[in-house]
């Protein structure tokens, strides 16, 4: 059976400071790995995915995580941390066979300060 | 435009009446899926169906029906809501399922459910 455990379930950071969310997983065979965020009062959307190939998966508004094996971790990082990436981040992963279901982390919020 | 669309966007309704939640979308995707968002819990999956006709249980099913006659349309029936189901809950829909690579899901706003 897969999990994902999301270390920290609030995060605060500094504008301009490093962002660094983070992912560990279990799954018994090579998995598919996401990241989705939730702003406030709206559904998830797709951040970045792992699926295969390169291990350092770059997403949209300059996040980016790399999957580490020898960890089983999928963490997210983002260079400098806007107002704006003030929001809740999940942890996603299925197996690469068959049409199993995501399971996701519990999720992370992330507070950005001033 | 392509969209997940769920109605209502809020509902208050009180023990044992029974309710149903819709679920639209416009992107001919076999697969859709309703999830509950509860504070540290995250989200966890209710029921999800890989096409019409097709459904199976999530994590946390009890308590919920589902049917997909069409295509389009997921709707979430409970069926004799309780206070413990007062939760967020989203519907999100992909095109086959994951377990490939292309596969994204998109997500509806969401709908606050509050059972008094």
């Known amino acids: 059976a897969q999990s994902v455990t999301q270390l920290g379930s609030h995060v605060s950071v500094s504008e301009g400071a490093l962002v660094l969310l983070r992912c560990n997983y279990s799954s018994s065979v090579p998995p598919y790995l996401f990241w989705y965020v939730q702003y406030p009062n709206q559904g998830l959307q797709l951040l970045l995915k792992?699926?295969?190939?390169?291990?350092l998966v770059k997403g949209i508004n300059g996040f980016e995580a790399e999957f580490k094996k020898s960890e089983t971790s999928f963490h997210l990082t983002k260079p400098s941390a806007h107002m704006s990436d003030a929001a809740e981040y999940f942890c996603?992963?299925?197996?690469?066979?068959?049409?199993?279901?995501?399971?996701f982390g519990k999720g992370t919020r992330l507070s950005v300060i001033a | 435009e392509a969209q997940v669309t769920q109605n209502p966007r809020y509902l208050i309704t009180v023990t044992g009446k029974k309710l149903t939640v819709t679920c639209s979308q416009n992107m001919n995707h076999e697969y859709m899926s309703w999830y509950r968002q509860d504070p540290g819990l995250g989200l966890r999956q209710i029921y999800y169906s890989m096409n019409v006709e097709v459904t199976d249980k999530g994590d946390v099913p009890e308590g919920y029906k589902v049917s997909r006659k069409e295509k389009r349309n997921f709707p979430l029936i409970l069926e004799s809501p309780s206070p413990n189901q007062t939760s967020l809950y989203f519907c999100a829909s992909s095109l086959k399922g994951y377990g490939r690579v292309n596969e994204k899901l998109f997500f509806g706003s969401g709908t606050q459910l509050s059972v008094l």
């Open positions: 996603a992963v299925t197996p690469h066979s068959g049409n199993t279901p995501l399971v």
């Open positions: 792992y699926t295969t190939g390169a291990t």
